[in-house]
């Protein structure tokens, strides 16, 4: 698949880096940082993947700092994104890829994609002709696979896929919880990726998070089975035992994390028929518990007019539903001290311009009701 070879099908996915102040995503821990790439790559893995806007438009710096600067370039592989919701004008596109060899600090990129393409975000990519721009690009040898990440329904995904067999790869969201969920269409997009024989990279295996915290009736069931290994471990296993996966990438914060995953990575070993089991009725207890499936992506809160910090807020909501009834709440705490900083979630207009960039297709206005009636009442 590229010039650098990959020996393994962990990536790091540069979108949740360790940060000094969790108020502030582009206060890069980078100290934290330079220790997670250099074990990550003595372990022999070599896949990083980062965006133009994540971590706050630092992740690409970050990167450069923390591994071009300071290791080989044929010792790992980079992949870096096309930022389809900031495009106005082909311009734009010639702008931004420049930007990103410089922050980046390389020549050209193994993995080059048009992010987050939908029925939005492919209208752009269409009119400004993104395809023929990446095409390009790989003609020119600053690009060696391209590919778009996707997240939409599997009929546009395959409509995509016949409009353009010159892509090398798919980038699909995949994970146990979305797998058969309709709006996500987790397993219908892998089966349209295989019917066109295109390589599939994973993102969101541990959807932000949500599947490394589970229930504890649900954590039982998999521990039980295997005592020795994390819960996420399960969700990252799920998603690389699946034929036609190049990669599974993991949004790892901490060298905890790290470890964790290059422990049972190392040597992957593909799912069982007794684990798809325990698996499934871990699934349904999960299913049961979950209010919001936001993975904490924050594509809803750029341009929000109200400034809403819905991510955060949402990841409360979550917490306040799961926990059993308290006199005290903690939540609530954090929620008095976010909206000093924020909007407030009853502040929502309804302009449902988040709605519009949300991956997981969340009803974000009516959900944030809700928030108003768990914390403002």
């Not at 108020?23 to 965006?51: C, H, P, Q, W």
């Not at 690389?240 to 990575?265: C, F, P, R, T, W």
Request: a neutral charge; charged letters at 25%.
């Amino acid at each position: 698949m590229s010039g650098n070879s990959i020996a393994k099908k962990l990536g790091f996915g540069l979108m949740r880096l360790p940060v000094l102040n969790p108020d502030d995503l582009s206060d890069i821990d980078m100290e934290t940082l330079n220790k997670m790439v250099d074990a990550f790559l003595e372990r022999g893995f070599t896949y990083f993947d980062t965006a133009y806007m994540y971590n706050a438009f630092k992740s690409e710096i970050a990167i450069r700092e923390s591994l071009v600067k300071r290791h080989k370039r044929d010792r790992f592989t980079l992949a870096t994104k096309l930022p389809t919701m900031l495009l106005k004008t082909g311009a734009d596109q010639v702008r931004i890829f420049n930007e990103q060899l410089e922050k980046c600090g390389v020549d050209y990129f193994d993995y080059y994609l048009i992010h987050n393409l939908g029925v939005i975000h492919y209208e752009i990519a269409q009119r400004l002709n993104s395809f023929s721009f990446i095409q390009q690009k790989k003609m020119e040898g600053k690009i060696r696979q391209i590919g778009f990440s996707f997240h939409d329904n599997a009929d546009l995904l395959d409509q995509i896929l016949t409009a353009h067999p010159e892509v090398d790869f798919v980038q699909l969201q995949i994970n146990y919880l979305d797998w058969d969920n309709e709006s996500i269409q987790s397993h219908k997009c892998y089966e349209v990726a295989r019917k066109h024989n295109k390589p599939v990279i994973v993102m969101e295996p541990v959807k932000g998070g949500i599947l490394a915290n589970i229930p504890a009736k649900a954590e039982k069931l998999l521990q039980d089975f295997h005592p020795e290994v994390s819960v996420s471990s399960w969700a990252i296993r799920f998603a690389a035992s699946h034929e036609g996966i190049m990669m599974v990438l993991s949004g790892m914060s901490d060298i905890k994390q790290l470890e964790d995953n290059m422990g049972y990575m190392q040597n992957f070993k593909p799912f069982t028929l007794e684990e798809y089991k325990v698996l499934n009725s871990a699934l349904a207890i999960i299913n049961e518990s979950i209010a919001i499936p936001c993975t904490a992506c924050h594509y809803c809160e750029d341009g929000c007019p109200k400034h809403i910090a819905i991510s955060k807020y949402f990841a409360l909501y979550n917490t306040e539903k799961q926990s059993q009834k308290a006199v005290f709440s903690t939540q609530r705490v954090y929620y008095s001290n976010y909206i000093k900083t924020y909007g407030k979630a009853s502040d929502c207009i309804g302009c449902r311009r988040c709605e519009k960039s949300c991956p997981q297709h969340i009803e974000i206005s009516n959900w944030l009701k809700s928030v108003v009636t768990t914390f403002e009442a």
